[in-house]
């Protein structure tokens, strides 16, 4: 058990993926209009009234720019059968959409098809928070499905599973 104040990076790593997140590949469009995708587990409601999302981004990614140009991103929350696409998009394939059913959302963003939910956000504030960007966003559209979603939590995919809590 690691008590002190100063942190080893991947046990404090570690400890974090003792909290389970839903999987996510959030979308957008690059300003040479090419489709730009990642897998993110930092998704999470803020508000319902108005409707916003928070996912946040690496500073160190490739896509950055896509993200701040565009304005706009799609939260794609994975169903169990698209555990392909989240490791798909995770990697540094050239074309992450190939192969991949996707149709067009608000403003031509990609909404991959056979998710648990889509959410099509207008970017409404960028925070720069540490080694990353965290974004808020506007839900202008959302769906959702009667889908397994796909689940990510101690170094591994998980699906949800019921549970009876006995009360105390």
Not at 47 to 54: H, M, R
Not at 133 to 144: N, P, W
Request: charged fraction near 20%.
């Amino acid at each position: 058990m690691n008590t002190k104040h100063t942190f080893d990076r991947l046990d404090f790593r570690k400890a974090l993926g003792s909290f389970g997140t839903g999987v996510t590949i959030v979308t957008t469009k690059a300003s040479d209009h090419r489709l730009v995708g990642v897998t993110a587990n930092s998704f999470s409601s803020v508000s319902l009234e108005p409707a916003i999302v928070l996912w946040s981004l690496q500073k160190t990614s490739p896509n950055l720019s896509a993200y701040d140009d565009c304005g706009r991103f799609v939260v794609n929350v994975l169903s169990l059968s698209q555990i392909e696409h989240s490791k798909r998009f995770a990697s540094t394939v050239p074309d992450k959409f190939n192969g991949v059913d996707y149709a067009l959302g608000i403003e031509g963003l990609p909404l991959l098809k056979g998710c648990a939910a889509t959410f099509e956000c207008r970017t409404i504030q960028r925070l720069d928070v540490g080694d990353h960007i965290l974004y808020l966003g506007e839900v202008e559209a959302y769906q959702h499905q009667d889908q397994t979603a796909l689940l990510y939590v101690q170094g591994r995919y998980a699906q949800s599973a019921s549970a009876e809590l006995q009360p105390a």
